[in-house]
């Protein structure tokens, strides 16, 4: 919403999408040195060298020729051969250590994600501990970094199937998308509000300063403090919000502050652009 504007109405914060489902969880067996994996290793090394590609490390020619077959173990030609070399279940071991060594490198680099899950569990560092909390609404939300203090009530859909924002009487206010986790909870808590109105800034006016690190605090209804840690802040086009980005992580407890920004364009959109928060839990204070 806008001082332009001649009359007091709020600015879509919301996505045009609704929340979607929870994503699954999966754990897959830890890599180890036995006789098991000796058994499954070319099998296992043709599934981490289909994406090598993307790690740029290089794969065997596909065009190779084939070895020539084993003689018959009654064959007068069939001798056993000591010290040739170390045999294909060990090359095959090695080549998959090299593959997996690599890629993890890059992963540590990059920060994508090109093990496959089944592979990779035991091998990756573990997660930053947190804590995961029981439902309980948001009442209120600090934000040092901003001098931000505002109560936060509870918000639900709009008539057009997007998550309404609070009347612009009480901009001053945040609004907790009630059909979604609470602060705390695994998944991403949504609390939106204004950047502005007609009579001047708003709750979220300053939601654009915050950087990776800064802290956001929602005190619960069970007296707890939820501690959130910055991880970004974008910006995205409200027509081409990434629904899945903002709305479908439930890897760990997080939370989505959201408000406009950009351009005004006027009309039912307001401002061009919706500015998204990116924080996770980190700690847990008080409650009970």
């Given amino acids: 919403m806008t001082r332009r504007s001649a009359r007091a109405r709020p600015d879509r914060t919301a996505a045009r999408a609704r929340p979607e489902g ?6 897959g067996p830890v890599l180890r040195a036995s006789g098991r994996l000796v058994a499954r290793a070319s099998g296992r090394l043709r599934r981490v060298a289909g994406q090598a590609g993307s790690a740029s490390v290089s794969t065997s020619d596909p065009a190779a020729r084939p070895l020539p077959p084993r003689r018959p173990a009654g064959s007068r030609l069939a ?13 095959a071991i090695a080549a998959l250590m090299v593959v997996i060594v690599a890629m993890l490198g890059v992963e540590q680099v990059t920060g994508m994600s090109l093990l496959p899950d089944r592979l990779s569990a035991g091998l990756r560092p573990p997660p930053k501990k947190f804590p995961v909390l029981p439902a309980s609404p ?3 939300l600090a934000i040092e ?8 009530h509870d918000v639900g859909i709009a008539p057009d199937g997007t998550i309404a924002v609070p009347d612009a009487a009480r901009a001053q206010e945040a609004g907790w998308y009630d059909q979604g986790p609470t602060p705390g909870q695994y998944g991403p808590a949504v609390i939106v509000g ?3 109105t007609t009579s001047g800034p708003a709750v979220f006016h300053q939601l654009r300063e915050l950087r ?9 209804t069970d007296h707890s403090v939820a501690v959130f840690e910055v991880n970004s802040v974008e910006k995205f086009d409200k027509g081409r919000l990434p629904v899945n980005e903002v709305y479908g992580d439930f890897s760990r407890p997080s939370l989505r502050l959201i408000t406009c920004g950009g351009q005004w364009v006027g ?12 924080a996770s839990l980190v700690k847990a204070r008080g409650g009970g």
């Avoid at 056993?80 to 294909?88: C, D, H, I």
């Avoid at 009309?267 to 990116?278: I, Q, R």
Wanted: charged residues 30%; without cysteine.
């Fill in 145 to 152: 970094k901003i001098d931000l203090r505002a109560p936060v």
């Fill in 267 to 278: 009309g039912e959109t307001g401002y061009s652009d919706n500015v998204v928060v990116f």
């Fill in 194 to 196: 204004h950047v502005d």
């Fill in 138 to 140: 948001p009442t209120s």
């Fill in 212 to 220: 990776d690190g800064d802290q956001i605090e929602v005190t619960r």
């Fill in 22 to 27: 929870r994503a699954r969880f999966r754990a």
């Fill in 79 to 91: 001798r056993p051969r000591f010290g040739t070399g170390p045999g294909l279940p060990v090359l």
